[in-house]
């Protein structure tokens, strides 16, 4: 029986069908009403901005906040490779069936079929909308645009903008929104980080918010509150994402009654250059594009590694039948573009088996020799011209003469707040969206699927569903934020600020989460089992303790002060580590990401359990030192044959 707290409200009928009768049967809000509703979207990610244009777009009075100095700074920017969408460009029998088969089947089959159909119906729309806003996608030369191929799938349907694809979709929607701005239909709050949500008789009604410039508690009130805040990653302290992506709104939620789904399922991305030393606070990611082109693999002789490590020859120096392409060896039909938890698992296990090609023993080569020669230098130039500088920045070594090393590390975060077909949480009026949300990667997400999510979600899904909730709140009057609700959370947030400043101590925050991503990264990393699991959650609350005795945050609240915004984004990190570690605990079974080392094949591949664990875990706060309850949503397959998943023939 379902459980009755998680209602998904998907839509009854055929597959292909449901979205559109979903649609058909939302409430709408007439113009003048929209103009009375207020929409309060936390984060400018390409989920926030496109959300927040299309709402004040749309008519209604939308607030949007981002902890960054500009909305266009949000952490999409980063984005590299491209974004997915079915057009079937390169007539090589893509198709909207094809994009779904291909994201549950990646997911390893733990997302939900409705959803994962409906991304893949919208994706060719965010194209058509990208390029009307004036998004320079790569063309070909006669003027098509150009595609290629992401991992995990057997076609190009990747529109890319050379390695910036995140960066100018994101400049398309930060036009977008920028034009609501001057129309005055959204206003903007940078610098404005979220640090409770306000509920009113069991609704989203408001949000409290730190000026990170003047340190002012502030409180916004509105209709509806739309979460665009991104993944938590950086729960491992070192990840690709952007230093100031962290998962506290979302901590917020939970607190507040939002499930929390599948925490454990996080993404570690094969193609990242490898950790340098232990000063180092973030992680390069060379864009999964490259293994469209560059050939993965380590020596086959220990005897070349060795030399290696001790700088005695160069990769180039080594003879082609002494090189162990292990993707191309292990998975014939996919090769180097096998999906990202698969690739990273292989690195792992050669890394493991001694033949990592650094010092510290933790790389990979990915060579691009054999596309130079067989396409030329242009071509190589023009497809991943500004990845391969990044590169020899970083690390002074020409990709152009030997091969890049890279070692996988943490890139995203497939859990998230648990949401209904709507995108709605389980507090009615709180929607998440973008990275934020869980809905539609399962257990591993498939390269260039996020920006498709993010802009699907925020141009196309949450302007439709949110008007079904608004369509009942037009005569509410606007929220009032003299309510005592709201004068509560201010007050709590007060004292949590006072409590940190009341530690001094003598360790920094960084020092501590740097301690922090080492449980998460040792026992809920790459490999996790039950012992290592069943540690981190007592680690990470002797850390948590050390925190609340021993951390030092310097200066006051009146100020800019990064010490104090990183130290109450650590104690919300706890949290969600403890959260994931737990999920992980309860999931025994492997798949994509979540690989339980009791649970694998003889070849050391992911071995599900479609009895057990069929279900999305959703996870209900119970208060402070409380183990949460698990709800589980189960999916149904109706329309995908359930396989095991096969990247080899
Ligand atoms: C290096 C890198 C490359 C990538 N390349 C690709 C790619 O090629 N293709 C692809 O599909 N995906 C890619 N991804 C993943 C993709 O970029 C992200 O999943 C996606 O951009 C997330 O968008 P979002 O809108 O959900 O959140 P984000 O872009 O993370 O934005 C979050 C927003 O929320 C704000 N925020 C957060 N917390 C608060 C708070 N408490 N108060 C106020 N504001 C807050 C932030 O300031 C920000 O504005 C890449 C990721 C990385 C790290």
């Not at 004040?56 to 969408?85: L, T, W």
């Not at 001694?354 to 067989?374: M, P, Q, S, Y």
């Not at 020899?392 to 975060?413: C, D, G, L, Q, R």
């Not at 990264?521 to 005795?549: D, H, P, Q, S, T």
Request: include cysteine.
């Amino acid at each position: 029986m379902a459980d009755p707290k998680l209602i998904s409200k998907i839509p009854e009928g055929p597959i292909k069908d449901k979205w559109s009768k979903r649609k058909s049967s939302i409430r709408v809000v007439s113009p003048n009403n929209k103009r009375k509703l207020e929409v309060i979207v936390v984060g400018t990610g390409l989920g926030g901005a496109s959300a927040a244009a299309s709402l004040g777009e749309m008519g209604y009075n939308v607030k949007i906040f981002c902890i960054s100095d500009s909305p266009r700074r949000a952490h999409s920017i980063a984005a590299q490779g491209g974004i997915n969408a079915a057009k079937n460009y390169q007539n090589d029998n893509d198709s909207v069936s094809r994009l779904f088969f291909d994201t549950v089947k990646g997911g390893d089959y733990r997302s939900r079929e409705a959803n994962v159909y409906r991304l893949a119906e919208v994706s060719a729309a965010i194209i058509d909308q990208c390029v009307a806003q004036g998004v320079p996608f790569a063309r070909e030369y006669g003027g098509y645009l150009a595609n290629r191929s992401f991992g995990g799938v057997q076609v190009s349907r990747t529109f890319y903008a050379r390695g910036q694809t995140g960066q100018q979709l994101l400049l398309g929607a930060y036009a977008s929104l920028n034009k609501e701005i001057a129309a005055g239909t959204v206003k903007s709050y940078p610098r404005h980080e979220m640090l409770d949500l306000v509920i009113i008789n069991g609704e989203a009604k408001g949000i409290i918010a730190r000026n990170l410039v003047t340190g002012e508690i502030e409180r916004f009130g509105a209709h509806a509150v739309v979460l665009a805040t991104g993944g938590y990653g950086n729960t491992y302290f070192l990840s690709t994402n952007a230093m100031n992506s962290n998962g506290s709104a979302a901590m917020q939620a939970y607190r507040k009654g939002a499930f929390f789904a599948n925490p454990c399922f996080a993404q570690i991305h094969p193609t990242c250059i490898p950790v340098h030393g232990d000063q180092q606070c973030k992680l390069t990611l060379m864009s999964e594009s490259l293994r469209n082109d560059g050939r993965i693999w380590v020596p086959k002789k220990m005897e070349d590694v060795m030399k290696l490590r001790a700088h005695q020859i160069k990769a180039s120096e080594i003879p082609e039948e002494d090189r162990d392409y292990y993707l191309e060896r292990r998975y014939p039909a996919f090769g180097n573009l096998v999906p990202r938890d698969v690739a990273s698992r292989a690195a792992k296990e050669r890394c493991d088996a001694g033949f990592g090609v650094n010092e510290t023993g933790l790389a990979v080569f990915l060579d691009f020799a054999d596309a130079i020669k067989r396409l030329g230098h242009q071509r190589v130039e023009e497809r991943y011209g500004n990845l391969f500088q990044m590169y020899e920045k970083i690390t002074n070594v020409s990709p152009w003469k030997e091969p890049m090393m890279i070692y996988p590390a943490i890139h995203y975060t497939m859990g998230g707040l648990w949401v209904d077909y709507d995108l709605q949480t389980t507090i009615p009026g709180l929607f998440a969206i973008g990275e934020a949300n869980f809905s539609d990667h399962g257990g591993n997400r498939l390269g260039a699927s996020a920006l498709m999510q993010g802009l699907a979600d925020g141009y196309f899904i949450l302007p439709y569903t949110i008007g079904g909730y608004l369509s009942h709140k037009f005569s509410e009057p606007k929220t009032d934020t003299n309510a005592p609700e709201f004068a509560e959370a201010e007050k709590k947030v007060a004292e949590r600020i006072a409590k940190i400043f009341a530690v001094q101590g003598k360790e920094t925050v960084d020092s501590i989460h740097k301690k922090l991503g080492h449980i998460m990264w040792e026992y809920v990393g790459m490999a996790r089992n039950e012992e290592g699991l069943k540690k981190a959650i007592v680690e990470i609350g002797k850390l948590r303790e050390e925190f609340w005795k021993n951390v030092c945050v310097p200066g006051t609240n009146g100020e800019v002060n990064q010490e104090l915004e990183k130290a109450l984004r650590l104690v919300d990190f706890f949290d969600i580590g403890e959260l994931m570690a737990r999920d992980a605990l309860n999931r025994r079974e492997s798949c994509g990401g979540h690989f339980r080392e009791e649970m694998q094949t003889e070849d050391g591949e992911t071995k599900r359990d479609d009895e057990n664990f069929m279900y999305v875990a959703a996870w209900e706060y119970k208060g402070e030192g409380k183990e949460p309850e698990l709800h589980k949503e189960d999916l149904v397959y109706e329309n995908i044959k359930i396989v095991t998943r096969n990247y080899k023939d």
